[in-house]
């Protein structure tokens, strides 16, 4: 079955650098994108951008840029998320997700478990 | 990318059906058939309810449809269960733009 399971919870300082990973299983990792999204505490999500599996090739999302780097190691069949210069606004949980497409519209459909940062001094 | 507008809150009695209503504009939500719904209960991850406006993952009970009516797309929970207590979320997709709907609470009364 598929499934993708998530690095656990990180505590940082402020401006420091965290690296979350996305470990794909149950089916073939470069056929689909790998989508990431943003939670902050009782808050709504927000779509970060995603990453083409096949190329390597990422999209970010306004507001995502500069500081946030996807990457992917497909021997490992794992995405890799990494955020640098660490704000106490980037406190929340990311979610990795399998990013599906019909001839339509694309769509996350399975979900990662999520991973907690709480960035505090 | 500015969020897609939902209601904050609706609610519904055991059995009742209720309706969350996305609303976007012409160049997302009104534009293609490219809107997904998301369950969310708390601590969890967000789950697949709807996708292509109004097509259903296998699984996913039939009490849930979804549906679009120019810049609105709406999904509809009907013979509201306690189970179904949730946040739930609309994201619309397009080849340059992707947002998701700013979340709507439902509670069972």
């Known amino acids: 079955q598929v499934q993708l399971v998530q690095s656990g919870s990180e505590l940082r300082k402020p401006g420091a650098s965290v690296k979350i990973s996305c470990k794909a299983s149950g089916y073939t990792f470069t056929t689909y994108a790998i989508s990431w999204m943003r939670q902050a505490p009782g808050q709504g999500l927000e779509w970060m951008g995603w990453?083409?599996?096949?190329?390597?090739?990422?999209t970010f999302a306004q507001g995502f840029t500069g500081r946030f780097v996807f990457s992917l190691d497909t021997s490992v069949n794992t995405a890799y998320l990494q955020i640098s210069g660490l704000e106490a606004e980037d406190t929340a949980v990311y979610y990795c997700a399998r990013e599906e497409c019909t001839t339509t519209s694309c769509f996350p459909h399975y979900w990662g478990q999520g991973t907690l940062v709480t960035v505090s001094s | 990318q500015s969020a897609l507008t939902q209601p904050a809150s609706v609610s519904g009695s055991p059995g009742q059906s209720i309706t969350i209503s996305c609303t976007g504009s012409?160049?997302?939500?009104?534009?293609?058939?490219?809107v997904s719904w998301y369950q969310q209960h708390p601590g969890k991850a967000p789950k697949l309810i709807i996708y292509?406006?109004?097509d259903r993952p296998s699984g996913v009970s039939n009490r849930f449809s979804g549906s679009k009516s120019g810049n609105t797309a709406s999904l509809t929970i009907s013979g509201l269960q306690a189970e179904d207590e949730a946040d739930y979320y609309c994201?619309?997709?397009?080849?340059?733009?992707?947002?998701f709907g700013t979340g709507t609470k439902v509670a069972v009364l």
């Open positions: 012409s160049s997302d939500v009104g534009r293609y058939k490219s």
């Open positions: 292509d406006v109004s």
């Open positions: 990453i083409n599996t096949d190329t390597g090739n990422p």
């Open positions: 994201r619309s997709y397009t080849r340059t733009t992707t947002s």
